[in-house]
T-cell receptor, first 114, second 115 residues
Framework: AQSVAQPEDQVNVAEGNPLTVKCTYS??????LFWYVQYPNRGLQFLLK??????LVKGSYGFEAEFNKSQTSFHLKKPSALVSDSALYFCAVSSMDSSYKLIFGSGTRLLVRP | NAGVTQTPKFQVLKTGQSMTLQCAQD?????MSWYRQDPGMGLRLIHY???????DQGEVPNGYNVSRSTTEDFPLRLLSAAPSQTSVYFC??????????????FGPGTRLTVT
């Protein structure tokens, strides 16, 4: 069965510092991996995805994520955090044989302090 | 494009009442789904549809019905509301892109409270 783990409920970082939000996954076959962001009282917005190819994926708002097959991880990163990055972040996974079914992690709240 | 729209934005029901949450998309997406979001649990898939006339159960389908008579609409029906169904409900749609992946587009959500 597919699953996603986001081990941190909350990540705190100072503005200007690098940030990492962790995600590990379990899926049979090759994974399709996604990051979404949710701002207060809003729906989810797509940030980036890994399907195949280069392990470092660049997405919206300066975010990037690194796919590591041996560690089954897909951590979200940003070199310099902004206060406006404060939000709830979700990692999600699907597989090639059921690519339309996303399984979400429990979410990580990112708090960037000025 | 309006994208994915959901109505109502807020709803309060009494236990045992029924209602329908509406979802529509104007992107001609083949795939649509309903999720519920509860604190600390992320999003859980309730029902999904891979095309008009085709629906299937997700992770937490009990107490909910869906139908997909058109490509655009995917309503979610609560048959007899229970306090455990208090949640925020999101509808999403996606089409298969050239990488054969499904990037999902989410509606703004419906906040449902069952008393």
């Amino acid at each position: 069965a597919q699953s996603v783990a986001q081990p941190e409920d909350q990540v705190n970082v100072a503005e200007g510092n690098p940030l990492t939000v962790k995600c590990t996954y379990s899926v049979s076959g090759n994974p399709y991996l996604f990051w979404y962001v949710q701002y207060p009282n809003r729906g989810l917005q797509f940030l980036l995805k890994y399907i195949t190819g280069d392990n470092l994926v660049k997405g919206s708002y300066g975010f990037e994520a690194e796919f590591n097959k041996s560690q089954t991880s897909f951590h979200l990163k940003k070199p310099s955090a902004l206060v406006s990055d404060s939000a709830l972040y979700f990692c999600a996974v699907s597989s090639m044989d059921s690519s339309y079914k996303l399984i979400f992690g429990s979410g990580t709240r990112l708090l960037v302090r000025p | 494009n309006a994208g994915v729209t959901q109505t109502p934005k807020f709803q309060v029901l009494k236990t045992g009442q029924s209602m329908t949450l509406q979802c529509a998309q104007d992107m001609n997406h083949e795939y649509m789904s309903w999720y519920r979001q509860d604190p600390g649990m992320g999003l859980r898939l309730i029902h999904y549809s891979v095309g008009a006339g085709i629906t299937d159960q997700g992770e937490v389908p009990n107490g909910y019905n869906v139908s997909r008579s058109t490509t655009e609409d995917f309503p979610l029906r609560l048959l007899s509301a229970a306090p455990s169904q208090t949640s925020v409900y999101f509808c999403a749609s996606s089409g298969r892109d050239r990488n054969l992946s499904y990037e999902q587009y989410f509606g703004p959500g419906t906040r449902l409270t069952v008393t």
